[in-house]
């Protein structure tokens, strides 16, 4: 039953975190559905590990050119190189956010705003923001033309990621989306901003909850984590393909009427 269950966990996990419709609130909602247990915030961002994996498996040749660079120089690379420092700044208000969470209100998330009731009004309300973006006029920025200052703007809605039904690629594809991005390179840039935030939160996660994970046993957790990073994927090579031509639609309406369906079931 835990390798059902993990194997579930995954793949709700992988096909919802880069698509605009929010990863925890699917893991909790349908979890419920199914008749099994939430997973809780903790493991939740545990077998977001696995969409880590496929982010920099799927981006290992975008990422960083390294193949000219020596091992003695690479971290003096990195530092110059303009993405990895777009990367690191939009990082900051999610770090600072979630960290003060952790420290001072480690269990408000688990209350109130990981309810269902909570979850389907975020869930109209990224509908309307999402609606906005996507009617907002074409851009002309890029991840090559971009400024820091944009990358810090994304990274600010970024960080209300942390309540649960928000969608950190919803919101961080929309902010850029009515800033002026081209809809593809939102998208890429949207993901590779995920590569910190998502993994920081795995191992602060891991490290507040580790007897947690150990109950579990390895290979559970080894089987959540390979559905995690195949489904993920999947989702990663979709929303940039489907995304680029046909905007945010059918993600919005998929949001209201996920919305609704959780009101119904109150």
Do not use: C
Not at 65 to 73: E, P, V
Not at 143 to 162: K, L, P, T, V
Not at 227 to 234: A, D, E, K, R, V
Not at 244 to 263: A, D, H, P, Q
Request: glycine share 8%; aromatic share 16%; no cysteine.
């Amino acid at each position: 039953m835990e390798y059902l269950k993990l194997i579930l966990y995954g793949l709700i996990q992988g096909l919802t975190e880069f698509i605009p419709v929010s990863s925890t609130a699917h893991l909790k909602v349908i979890s419920l559905f199914f008749g099994i247990d939430d997973p809780g915030s903790s493991l939740s961002a545990f077998i977001q590990l696995g969409s880590v994996l496929a982010l920099a498996w799927y981006f290992r040749n975008d990422i960083f050119n390294l193949k000219s660079q020596s091992s003695a120089k690479f971290f003096e690379y990195l530092l110059h190189e303009k993405l990895f420092r777009s990367i690191l700044i939009g990082t900051i208000p999610i770090v600072l956010l979630g960290g003060s969470i952790k420290l001072f209100l480690p269990y408000f998330f688990e209350s109130f705003l990981r309810s269902n009731l909570s979850i389907a009004l975020v869930s109209f309300l990224m509908a309307f923001f999402m609606y906005l973006a996507d009617s907002s006029k074409r851009g002309s920025i890029n991840i090559g033309n971009h400024n820091y200052s944009d990358s810090f703007y994304i990274g600010f809605f970024q960080a209300f990621a942390i309540i649960p039904g928000v969608s950190r690629s919803g919101v961080t594809i929309s902010t850029a989306l009515m800033s002026g991005w081209e809809r593809r390179d939102a998208a890429k840039f949207s993901f590779l901003l995920g590569l910190p935030a998502i993994s920081l939160a795995a191992i602060v996660e891991f490290i507040y909850s580790f007897n947690e994970f150990s109950s579990l046993g390895f290979l559970p957790l080894f089987v959540g984590l390979i559905t995690t990073f195949l489904s993920s994927l999947l989702a990663i090579d979709f929303l940039l393909r489907y995304f680029s031509t046909n905007g945010l639609k059918i993600f919005i309406i998929y949001r209201v009427i996920f919305g609704v369906v959780i009101l119904l079931n109150l």
